[in-house]
């Protein structure tokens, strides 16, 4: 059963701190994204590649956050520093097309 | 404006009977919509996609697209208590980026 695979499931840190949130994608997908949902904000994009290459980070708060993908089967979510506004779920989702699974999500509390 | 609505909810309906969701989206050229359902504490699950106007039927679900009317809706016909969930509508912007509404939170009374 192919599945995005999502690390930590969750984290607390203090602010400051550095995080780093791992997605392995569903084997043959080429385009992954990086999601944070709030209750205030709801379900946001805030990053994605294709073929591993960058598309479109206009989503990411460029001062602390990066998003990376090292290679095929793991991409990765950088915050630094962290800071309490950062709580949130983080999701993974990868697709081939216009169809997006998603991970289970990083539950980040910043304190 | 918000580039795709739901109405608010909470939607409560008794068992068996027919849930009802709506969306609606800002961006005319947008081609290809979805619904998603969002168990509690779980991540969004790709339930139905609809590319044309008119409806399609998957089981006990019912896309209904109107692009001249910028509205897509959902139907969940004979729900179950399982149905419970947050249901969002995600809209294709360009590129397979998705925007998603706020989503709206159904609750099936056994």
């Known amino acids: 059963d192919a599945r995005v695979t999502q690390t930590p499931r969750h984290k607390v840190t203090e602010m400051g701190q550095e995080v780093t949130m791992r997605c392995q994608p569903i084997?043959?997908?080429?385009?992954v994204f990086w999601y944070r949902q709030t209750m205030m904000q709801g379900l946001e994009l805030l990053a994605y590649?294709?073929?591993?290459?960058?598309?479109?980070d206009s989503g990411m708060p460029k001062d602390r956050f990066s998003a990376e993908m090292p290679d095929a089967t793991l991409a990765t979510l950088k915050i630094q520093p962290s800071e309490p506004r950062d709580s949130a779920v983080y999701f993974c989702a990868s697709g081939f097309g216009d169809i997006q699974y998603f991970g289970a999500g990083t539950r980040l509390s910043v304190l | 404006q918000k580039e795709v609505e739901q109405n608010s909810g909470p939607l409560s309906v008794p068992e068996g009977a027919i849930a009802s969701l709506n969306c609606t989206y800002s961006?005319?050229?947008?081609?290809?919509f979805f619904w998603y359902r969002q168990y509690s504490g779980k991540s969004p699950e790709l339930i139905m996609s609809i590319y044309s106007n008119g409806d399609k039927e998957d089981g006990r679900f019912t896309a209904q697209l109107n692009k001249a009317s910028q509205y897509v809706s959902l139907l969940i016909r004979d729900s179950q208590p399982s149905d419970s969930a947050t249901y969002l509508c995600?809209?294709?912007?360009?590129?397979?980026?998705?925007?998603f509404g706020a989503g709206t939170t159904v609750t099936v009374r056994a």
């Open positions: 961006d005319r050229v947008s081609q290809s």
């Open positions: 590649f294709r073929n591993r290459a960058p598309l479109d």
């Open positions: 084997l043959g997908h080429n385009t």
């Open positions: 995600a809209v294709n912007r360009g590129d397979y980026k998705l925007s």
